[in-house]
């Protein structure tokens, strides 16, 4: 196909690009243990546009962001482990560049032949990605024909990569993965109101407030999880001992719930929780059967008796969309409602779509990633995309928002 309905967006498929030298950005900022990929998802997701542009003949050259190097190189942030897994996907060899831009990499990009793959070492080892710094965007520009925006995950900041770039170069595109991306959160916000149901969580109320107060117009119900609950339990009247509240939103918690009931909206809020007097990956968990959480104790997790109350209402939506995990997750003893949200999800018959990495990361190590409508690569992107923003990676490509 060579335009995505969605958007009307231009992809891949309409680029001339045999032979070309097309530049395509890619988020390979997946998570590293010691200097092993963690897990693969995105380089994975980026394999049907790289892998088109391969059996084209075009000549590859991948650019993506690792982690926050502050514009300087830290061998810690190398995109070499992504480039071996990458190799593996594609079983050939993929060149690594020891620069974003420079000699060696103009010098790699020159020699490359058709179907060859290079990519560019992580591009926020150069000052000048995060400021979209036109110089940077130049030399990018210059290694290339064409440009393909794949990298859906960065479509909200204005880089060097996304946005300056593609002033530069006359030709570009959208990859398969945004097509996707566009295409399935255009269908949520298209979804009927009833049985569509959100599942929110994360630490802070106010990084959800602008999807929040968008989705109330749009769901039967929101179910919250997380640190945010407290906030909004707080905002209740509810004991929340000494769980983090954003103190500074209870105001906005309370006019939330207000709108909510106005609207016919249900806010479920957990009934029970997971706690510790401590937060620590060796804090002893804490069992609390009621609402109100004891002076002393922090809530870390949601408890059994909420998890089944969420897996209740997942059972019976039509349409869910999952963001932000339920508990510390990173915390094995408190990961358990998270893990008990990813199995509701899979197990309902609801078009589901699941963003934020967390929430991805319990979808996938549950092994029911196959039992999800779509996995999106993009937290940020994705929930301001849900917020009626304009990304400005999409709209350099000329991608605009239909009001």
């Known amino acids: 196909m060579a335009a995505s309905s969605a958007m009307n967006m231009s992809l891949i498929d309409a680029l001339p690009i045999e032979g070309k030298r097309v530049l395509i950005r890619v988020d390979f900022n997946v998570p590293l243990e010691n200097g092993v990929v963690a897990d693969d998802s995105r380089i994975r997701a980026a394999l049907p546009t790289i892998e088109h542009a391969i059996e084209r003949g075009a000549r590859v050259i991948l650019t993506s962001h690792l982690g926050r190097p502050k514009g300087k190189p830290d061998p810690a942030l190398s995109l070499a482990p992504a480039g071996e897994v990458l190799a593996g996907h594609l079983k050939r060899e993929v060149y690594l560049s020891d620069r974003p831009i420079g000699p060696a990499a103009t010098r790699l990009a020159r020699d490359l032949r058709d179907g060859q793959v290079m990519l560019l070492e992580n591009v ?4 000048g990605e995060t400021k979209n710094d036109d110089a ?4 990018l520009a210059e290694l290339a024909d064409f440009y393909v925006n794949d990298a859906f995950g960065t479509a909200h900041r204005a880089h060097a990569s996304t946005v300056g770039v593609a002033s530069h170069i006359r030709d570009k595109a959208a990859g398969y993965l945004i097509a996707r991306e566009v295409e399935a959160l255009t269908k949520l916000l298209n979804a009927p109101k009833r049985g569509f149901t959100a599942v929110l969580g994360g630490a802070k109320v106010s990084d959800k407030i602008a999807v929040i107060e968008r989705l109330l117009g ?3 119900r929101i179910l919250v999880g997380g640190a945010m609950a407290y906030t909004f339990l707080r905002a209740l009247g509810h004991e929340t001992g000494k769980s983090r509240v954003e103190e500074a939103q209870l105001e906005t918690a309370s006019h939330i719930l207000t709108q909510a009931e106005r609207r016919g909206v249900e806010i479920v809020l957990p009934i029970d929780h997971g706690a510790a007097d401590d937060f620590s990956s060796t804090a002893t968990r804490v069992d609390v059967d009621t609402v109100d ?3 002393g104790l922090m809530g870390l997790d949601i408890g059994s008796q909420t998890s089944a109350l969420f897996g209740e209402h997942l059972a019976n939506a039509k349409t869910i969309f999952w963001n932000g995990p339920m508990g510390v997750f990173e915390f094995a003893q408190f990961a358990q409602g998270t893990r008990a949200v990813a199995d509701a999800v899979a197990d309902s018959s609801a ?8 929430s991805v990361r319990a979808v996938t190590e549950s092994g029911r990633a196959g039992d999800i409508a779509h996995i999106s690569t993009g937290g940020g992107a994705s929930l301001e995309f849900l917020e009626g923003r ?3 990676g999409l709209a350099a490509l000329g991608i605009r928002r239909r009001k």
């Open 136 to 139: 940077l965007a130049r030399a």
């Open 351 to 358: 078009w589901a779509v699941v963003g934020g990495g967390d």
């Open 124 to 127: 926020r080892y150069h000052p």
């Open 293 to 295: 959480i004891p002076a």
């Open 218 to 220: 749009r769901v039967e």
């Open 390 to 392: 304009e990304l400005p």
